[in-house]
């Protein structure tokens, strides 16, 4: 700019936009603000001097929400441009933090009192995984869940589950009753043939120990599915 020009007058609407933003939130909390600006405020961390914005409402219109977004892989999170290991990994913690709240609401209490917090804690932790996860939630003689693990792992639709092992796992920790755990990635939580089979199995040989199978919760993407209310069990 030569000297004497006159300066710019045009207003810097981007200067102060990360504070306005996060004195919005806390004056409001998430209801105050969309979810790609709750997006961005995950960013600022990871990209402190851009403009994420952009980046945000990409990333939340490419996985289709901001739920979906938090529970990608990093591999997918990464085929988006601008977002860096870094940017991945900040809102993988972010992810942890929601699946660790949702889980401290259901631990060390009775199961049947906070079945909706169950739920919620299942679905957090696993109706956006790509492959199949096999949980039990083991409880104790008041259903008090006192311990949650990944029995595991399997395909895209199909999960090896051994009774035996489920069975000798509810010993060794004490559980007299559990609840059995698994997602459809594919979406619909209808269980299938080999679902009852095997829960059929389960509850068999479960209960020659006295040890009762109170449920089995199918997750899918949106909707759930629960043997008990269908009549399976």
């Not at 900040?90 to 209490?109: F, G, N, Y």
């Amino acid at each position: 700019m030569a000297d004497g020009a006159p300066k710019s007058t045009k207003p810097n609407h981007a200067a102060g936009h990360r504070e306005r933003l996060r004195d919005r939130f806390r004056k409001a909390g998430v209801e105050g603000v969309q979810d790609y600006e709750l997006m961005e405020m995950i960013l600022f961390r990871a990209i402190p001097r851009r403009d994420v914005k952009p980046l945000a409402k990409e990333i939340i219109a490419k996985f289709g929400g901001f739920a979906e977004a938090l529970s990608a892989p990093v591999e997918r999170l990464m085929e988006v441009k601008g977002v860096s290991e870094a940017v991945a990994t900040e809102m993988k913690v972010v992810q942890a933090a929601s699946i660790k709240l949702s889980q401290a609401r259901v631990l060390d209490r009775p199961v049947i009192s906070s079945w909706d917090s169950l739920l919620s804690y299942c679905r957090a932790a696993i109706a956006d995984e790509k492959t199949e996860l096999f949980r039990i939630l083991f409880l104790d003689k008041k259903n008090i869940l006192i311990a949650d693990e990944i029995q595991q792992r399997g395909t895209v639709d199909h999960t090896p589950v051994y009774p035996r092992e489920v069975v000798k796992r509810a010993l060794e920790v004490g559980a007299s009753a559990i609840i059995l755990v698994h997602n459809h990635p594919s979406g619909d939580p209808t269980p299938s043939k080999a679902d009852i089979e095997m829960t059929n199995q389960i509850v068999k040989a479960a209960g020659a120990l006295s040890i009762r199978v109170h449920d089995h919760l199918i997750i899918g993407h949106k909707r759930d599915a629960s043997f008990k209310s269908l009549g399976l069990l």
